[in-house]
């Protein structure tokens, strides 16, 4: 059974910094791309980062976090992570990991059959 559990959700002050990961079974990452998404109250599902299988190695980032997160794999653990740096106000949201054999367009939700349960990330002073 294919599975993605989130982890490394907080609450941290503005400009802080936090690790998510995404830790899988049932499958193995290297063949999947796996994205990160958010979702604030109120607000629709928002693509933030993906990392295509290894064959491509593909990165993809939304204009909103490109320069501040960066999307990785560790291969050996079967996880995949998201760095975020310079956390803002407006990065508070649930975060998501999802997977998907291929996708056409990263940000989409709808091409992502397979998603862990969220982690909360709070960021205020």
């Known amino acids: 059974q294919l599975q993605l559990v989130e982890s490394g959700g907080a609450l941290v002050q503005p400009g802080g910094s936090l690790r998510l990961s995404c830790a899988a079974s049932?499958?193995?990452?290297?063949?999947?791309?796996i994205a990160w998404f958010r979702q604030a109250p109120g607000r629709s599902r928002e693509g933030v980062a993906s990392?295509?299988?290894?064959?491509?190695?593909?990165?993809n980032y939304s204009d909103s976090v490109k320069g501040r997160f960066t999307i990785s794999r560790d291969t050996a653990k079967n996880s995949v992570y998201l760095e975020m740096n310079n956390l803002k106000l407006e990065d508070t949201a649930v975060y998501y990991c999802?997977?998907?054999?291929?996708?056409?367009?990263?940000?989409?939700?709808?091409?992502?059959?397979?998603w862990g349960q969220g982690t909360q990330v709070t960021v205020s002073s």
């Open positions: 990392i295509s299988s290894t064959t491509h190695g593909q990165i």
């Open positions: 049932g499958f193995t990452t290297d063949y999947y791309v």
């Open positions: 999802a997977a998907s054999l291929g996708v056409s367009t990263w940000y989409w939700p709808e091409e992502y059959r397979n």
